[in-house]
């Protein structure tokens, strides 16, 4: 079986003796367990094992008193707790737990933004370290395959994306059905869960609507008509689906020139494969119609995982005038600009859009595409 290690694993093995919260933040089945139990295995000293979805867990945290803490704790140096968001007011316990036991540090991990629930928040402001824990990265990924596979894998994670468990999946119908499972199963579920959503079949419509204009500018008043809700109804949804990490919001870039759209969003998907399950088409790339969406999709996601494994403080945005000149994706640092343009051919010769070049005439300008994608998605 394959094994693939993680690029935040050594990041966070650092900080096992800080004395604060650690947080790993990501979907179901993206692996956090499996980090958590290497983690585990390679520690020296004592630590303590908790399932937060385990009820006599839930019990035990809830009696947040010094005395009951400091039992539970014991000569313990780290407590891993899984699914902690499963535990009532667990943000209020974390806190305790920490300020009470200066020798102790503690992994928690959840399947979202903890703060989502009001779980977290304000009781951990200066006591954690967070971390996203993402599908399989192209930087986690050339650790188990040459320049060659990765050529080969390319399609492949275009249609079926980078969940781990995929790499030890061999057919395609096998990994079809273990995403069409995983969405209905997992994300949706803890979708409901954490929103409090009675309609799922709101949620379901809407992401698949997403997922159809993936590049594409949203306007929240169309999707509310489309689906019989209101706009801010849309945007709160659309929160809760980027705060699970299912989705991405990439904002307008602008310096409030006059001709520049200023306050229009696109919505990427974390993962190909998710996407792909929500609209139920796995077809290769030679056989579909979107292969441009499925191309920028996956840039977008690899840059945004390689910045945050690479602790690079971008701030990433798309452009656009009202003459309809665009970029796909404009990553500002320092104040150096940089913009790049998705193309998945590169038989065309693209050049940088000379009002983006007359506004920012620093700025530099690249076209990714198949052919020299690699060194963009591992963070260059």
């Known amino acids: 079986m394959k094994v693939i290690n993680r690029i935040i694993e050594s990041q966070i093995t650092n900080l096992l003796d800080s004395n604060k919260v650690i947080l790993i933040l990501g979907t179901r089945r993206v692996g956090k367990t499996f980090l958590i139990n290497s983690i585990q295995k390679n520690y020296q000293s004592k630590l303590l094992f908790l399932n937060g979805e385990d009820f006599d867990v839930q019990e035990i945290i809830k009696n947040r008193s010094t005395s009951n803490y400091k039992r539970l704790v014991g000569d313990n140096k780290l407590i891993i707790i899984d699914e902690a968001q499963s535990i009532p007011e667990i943000g209020m316990a974390l806190k305790l737990l920490i300020d009470t036991n200066p020798n102790l540090t503690i992994i928690a991990t959840g399947s979202s933004s903890l703060d989502l629930m009001n779980k977290t928040g304000e009781p951990l402001t200066g006591r954690h370290y967070q971390f996203n824990l993402y599908p399989l990265s192209q930087m986690e990924l050339m650790s188990t395959e040459n ?8 399609e492949e994670r275009l249609i079926f994306g980078s969940y781990p468990e995929l790499i030890n999946i061999v057919s395609n119908d096998d990994k079809r059905n273990y995403l069409q499972q995983l969405v209905q199963s997992y994300l949706l579920k803890d979708i409901l869960s954490f929103g409090g ?33 209101s706009r801010l109804t849309v945007e709160s949804y659309l929160d809760l689906l980027s705060k699970v990490f299912i989705i991405y919001k990439l904002p307008s870039y602008s310096t409030n020139q006059r001709k520049e759209v200023t306050k229009s969003s696109k919505w990427y998907f974390f993962d190909n494969g998710i996407r792909n399950a929500i609209i139920n088409d796995f077809r290769i790339p030679t056989l579909r119609n979107d ?76 076209c990714i595409n198949k052919d020299n994608y690699l060194d963009f998605v591992v963070g260059n």
Do not use: C
């Open 291 to 366: 292969i441009g969406i499925l191309w920028e999709n996956y840039l977008v996601s690899e840059r945004i995982k390689s910045n945050k494994y690479l602790n690079q403080t971008k701030e990433i945005y798309f452009w656009r005038n009202y003459n309809q000149q665009e970029v796909d994706l404009i990553e500002v640092r320092d104040g150096v600009i940089a913009s790049f343009e998705f193309k998945y051919s590169g038989n065309k010769k693209v050049k940088q859009p000379i009002a983006f070049k007359t506004l920012y005439p620093e700025s530099t300008f690249e």
């Open 147 to 154: 320049f060659l596979e990765t050529k080969q894998n390319l």
């Open 197 to 229: 959503i009675k309609h799922s079949d709101k949620i379901v419509s809407l992401l698949r609507l997403i997922a159809y204009q993936v590049g594409s500018e949203v306007s929240y008043n169309e999707l509310g008509t489309q689906l019989g809700m």
